[in-house]
Structures are given as C-alpha cells and as structure tokens.
C-alpha cells in the first residue's frame, strides 16, 4: 500500500468522524447511555472503513462526498435532537468545503500534468500520488481536527437570519453545475485549459462574494442584537436606580416625620399622659412594621430589586413568593439588577396572560460552599419554543421582543456560570447556577 493511499485513509477517518462532531454540535444525543454512544461509534466508523476501501474512489469522487453527507445527515439526525435544518446545513457545508478543495486540487494537478481530471481521479496504480495532493490531505486532516477541538460548544455553522442560509445554497448549487464540466464523460479525456482555471477562478470570485455577504449580514444582525441588549439593559437600570432613588427620598421623610413624632411622644410623657403615649406608641410601631422594607437576602442590591418588582406584581395581583437563603452573589450589583429584572418582567408577562386565579411567580435564591443557584419559575399560556437552550419569543414582533433572555443568558456565561431554559406542562423555568471565583 502507497503512503499516499495510507495518508488517504486517515483522512477518511478523520473527516467523516469530525464531521459528525462538528455538524452535531451543540446539540445533545437522544440518549445519553454509553450503549448509544458505542453504536454511534460503530456506525460511523463502519461508514469510513466503507468509505475507504473503495477503490474507485482511492483519490477523489465528488459523488463520493455527496454520498457521505447524505447517509452522515440521517446518522446525526436519527441519534442527536436538536435543530434538522441547521444540522442539515452544517453537514451539507462541511463536506462541500472539502470537495471545493480537492476539486482545486486535481484540477491544478491536472493542468501541471496534461491530463483530465478524471484521468487523475481514477488512477489507482497506473499514476503515483502527486506531492499536492498528499499535503492537501494532510492539511485537511489538521484543519478538521482543530475545528473539531475549538468548536467544542458552538456551532460549526451558526447564523441568526434565515436570509443567510438561503444565500449559503447558491454556492452549492453552482458546485452541482460545475461539477459535469470537468467530469462528465465527453469531457473526461480533455487536457485541462487556462480557460478551465479561468471557470475555477470565476467560481471561487462568486463564492467568496457570498461568503462575505453572509458575514457581513451576520454582523449587522448581531450588532442590532446588541445594541437592543444595551437599550433594554439600560431602561431597566434607569427604572431601578429612580425607584431606589424614590426609596431614598421616602426614607428621608420618614426620618424627618419621625423626629416629629418623637417631640409629640416626649410631650405625653413630660405631662404624664403615659397611657396616650402608650397608644401612640403601638399605632406608630403597626405603621412601621407595614412600611419596613421586606429583606429578602441581605444583599442590598437584590433586595432593593425584589422589593420594586413585588410592588408591581400587587398591582396585577400577582402572587409572589421568594424563598431566599443567601450568602453572598457572585454577580455586580448592575448585572444582578439586569438578571433579575429581566426574569421577573418576563414572568410577570407571562403569568398575566394566564387566569387570575393561577397568576404567580417563584422564585428561590440559595448558596451553598461556592455554589450560588437562583430557579425562578412562573405559569404560562400557547406555545414555547426552546432552540439552542434559549426560548424563541412568541411575540410578531420578534426583532424588538426576546432580547431579555439572552442577556441574562451572556451575563452568567460571562461569569462562568451556566443556564438552564425550560417550559412544560405550562410552567416556564430558568435554572442559574454559578461557581464562586
């Protein structure tokens, strides 16, 4: 066996294995049993030994790569849950990466060399291995590796429009076209022209344009995602830092009436009106035990929050109920503000479409050793849907609405921490956990 077709092997190995890793990510298995693992293993590996041993194919078969991204799709659709259509375009664009290179490649190759593409393609013992095309494979083997170990929890292909997803079709489906120009039999003898790199170059002018198109239309689109984020952090600091102020104020007074009072209180005693000043005393402590601040945590910042937010629900008649127990939060005060502002407003949103009857939200706060976790829990109505661990609004108006989410969901993982999104049985769920540095 020729070092060329060993390395050829290895390679069929790696990219059909790293691409089953790199098309599936993030998304979970459908069953988490080390039995579905060693299937998936097998099956994969079956379909590369399968893959290389074929010799037609020793070199380089477009039809061969079509092939493999067909059966790998069904292989990753049947075993992981997640989203079709983006693992779908994520297999689909791997693999017509990889054919893009090698069709160079032999092309190249073909036109240094005086001979068809196909000629190239097909030779098995009657032509040597060509040094480009043993680094091209090398270089492959390398390039998947490292995006199968930098890509660990982020998508091969992630895009926020479906715009983009369209416009990634146009290159692929130019490559079908090509692809008989310098293959199909009544071409398949013919020398390699200038006129042929000419193609190849106007090919890769139109793909590239593409690409730049879909980087441009992403970073537009995250950029307004941002800037959104920023605009509804921002309220929401200015709504908390004017109903802290309002608090100030309130306690200013307070203060101010209750030296007032004081005077009054000294008054009755001085004349010995004790039993007056008696009555005056338990009325102004009943008053103040109902105006006295609730302390929720101890931690300024979450307490002055939690205090805002329930007034609010009263007014909505909104049950409340915060079961609270903690040491310390491992957040700044402004990204604690934003967290729990955003969660209790949606909640608050939600459960307001529901009856008045079962209008509520939970919330529990608790700490243990390092460990700070936060759940917060309300009822809704109609539909959720939850991709990539985050819940799509339900709102028309999607631009402007389900931005609050993704904030808090940047801010934990920001700090190292991790979220959990869900909503079943009628109950919406945010589950934070995150580990004191």
Same mark, same amino acid.
């Given at each position: 066996?020729?070092?060329?077709?060993?390395?050829?092997?290895?390679?069929?190995?790696?990219?059909?294995?790293?691409?089953?890793?790199?098309?599936?990510?993030?998304?979970?298995?459908?069953?988490?049993?080390?039995?579905?693992?060693?299937?998936?293993?097998?099956?994969?590996?079956?379909?590369?030994?399968?893959?290389?041993?074929?010799?037609?194919w020793?070199?380089?078969?477009?039809?061969?790569?079509? !092939?493999? &991204?067909?059966?790998?799709?069904?292989? @990753? =659709? $049947?075993?992981?849950?997640?989203?079709?259509?983006?693992?779908?375009? +994520?297999?689909?664009?791997?693999?017509?990466?990889?054919?893009?290179?090698?069709?160079?490649?032999?092309?190249?190759?073909?036109?240094?060399?005086?001979?068809?593409?196909?000629?190239?393609?097909?030779?098995?013992?009657?032509?040597?291995?060509?040094?480009?095309?043993?680094?091209?494979?090398?270089?492959?083997?390398?390039?998947?590796?490292?995006?199968?170990?930098?890509?660990?929890?982020?998508?091969?292909?992630e895009?926020?429009?479906?715009?983009?997803?369209?416009?990634?079709?146009?290159?692929?489906l130019?490559?079908?076209?090509?692809?008989?120009?310098?293959?199909?039999?009544?071409?398949?003898?013919?020398?390699?022209?200038?006129?042929?790199l000419?193609?190849?170059? !106007?090919? &890769?002018?139109?793909?590239?344009?593409? @690409? =730049? $198109?879909?980087?441009?239309?992403h970073?537009?689109?995250?950029?307004? +995602?941002?800037?959104?984020?920023?605009e509804?952090?921002?309220?929401?600091?200015?709504?908390?830092?004017?109903?802290?102020?309002?608090?100030?104020?309130?306690?200013?007074?307070?203060?101010?009436?209750?030296?007032?009072?004081?005077?009054?209180?000294?008054?009755?005693?001085?004349?010995?009106?004790?039993?007056?000043?008696?009555?005056?005393?338990?009325d102004?402590?009943?008053?103040?035990?109902?105006?006295?601040?609730?302390?929720?945590?101890?931690?300024?910042?979450?307490?002055?929050?939690?205090?805002?937010?329930?007034?609010?629900?009263q007014?909505?008649?909104?049950?409340?109920?915060?079961?609270?127990?903690?040491?310390f939060?491992?957040?700044?005060?402004?990204?604690?503000?934003?967290?729990?502002?955003?969660?209790?407003?949606?909640?608050?949103?939600?459960?307001?479409?529901?009856?008045?009857?079962?209008?509520?939200?939970?919330?529990?706060?608790?700490?243990?050793?390092?460990?700070?976790?936060?759940?917060?829990?309300?009822?809704?109505?109609?539909?959720?849907?939850?991709?990539?661990?985050?819940?799509?609004?339900?709102?028309?108006?999607?631009?402007?609405?389900?931005?609050?989410?993704?904030?808090?969901?940047?801010?934990?993982?920001?700090?190292?921490?991790?979220?959990?999104?869900?909503?079943?049985?009628?109950?919406?769920?945010?589950?934070?956990?995150?580990?004191?540095?």
């Open positions: 066996m020729s070092p060329g077709l060993i390395i050829s092997v290895i390679m069929t190995f790696i990219t059909t294995g790293c691409g089953v890793i790199l098309a599936s990510r993030p998304y979970p298995l459908r069953w988490n049993g080390l039995l579905a693992k060693v299937i998936l293993g097998v099956i994969v590996a079956g379909a590369a030994a399968f893959a290389s041993s074929n010799l037609y020793a070199k380089y078969s477009t039809e061969e790569y079509y !092939l493999r &991204a067909v059966y790998l799709t069904i292989i @990753i =659709v $049947i075993f992981f849950k997640g989203n079709f259509w983006k693992m779908f375009c +994520q297999n689909l664009l791997y693999w017509w990466m990889l054919t893009i290179i090698f069709q160079t490649v032999i092309i190249v190759i073909g036109f240094i060399q005086r001979i068809s593409p196909r000629t190239y393609g097909e030779a098995i013992n009657g032509m040597p291995w060509y040094k480009l095309h043993i680094g091209a494979m090398v270089g492959v083997s390398i390039l998947v590796l490292v995006l199968a170990r930098f890509k660990k929890e982020t998508a091969f292909l895009f926020n429009h479906r715009v983009s997803y369209i416009l990634l079709i146009i290159p692929i130019l490559n079908l076209f090509i692809d008989p120009v310098f293959y199909s039999q009544a071409v398949a003898y013919r020398i390699v022209t200038q006129e042929t000419i193609s190849m170059l !106007l090919f &890769a002018n139109v793909a590239g344009c593409v @690409i =730049v $198109i879909l980087t441009i239309t970073s537009v689109y995250t950029l307004r +995602q941002k800037e959104l984020q920023s509804q952090a921002m309220t929401l600091l200015e709504n908390q830092y004017e109903a802290i102020l309002q608090q100030a104020e309130q306690r200013s007074r307070w203060l101010h009436d209750s030296i007032q009072q004081d005077i009054l209180l000294l008054g009755y005693l001085n004349a010995g009106e004790t039993e007056q000043a008696q009555v005056y005393l338990r102004r402590l009943e008053e103040k035990q109902r105006g006295t601040r609730l302390r929720y945590t101890g931690i300024s910042a979450m307490d002055y929050l939690l205090e805002y937010k329930s007034k609010m629900f007014e909505y008649h909104l049950r409340f109920q915060c079961d609270a127990d903690a040491m939060c491992p957040f700044p005060d402004e990204q604690i503000c934003i967290i729990l502002g955003n969660l209790l407003d949606n909640g608050m949103e939600a459960a307001r479409e529901v009856e008045s009857s079962n209008r509520w939200i939970h919330l529990t706060i608790r700490t243990e050793n390092k460990m700070f976790y936060m759940e917060m829990q309300n009822p809704y109505t109609g539909q959720r849907k939850i991709i990539n661990g985050t819940c799509e609004t339900t709102k028309a108006d999607g631009k402007n609405h389900g931005i609050g989410l993704k904030s808090v969901r940047e801010l934990v993982e920001g700090n190292g921490g991790t979220i959990d999104i869900s909503a079943a049985n009628g109950i919406f769920s945010v589950r934070i956990s995150v580990i004191k540095k």
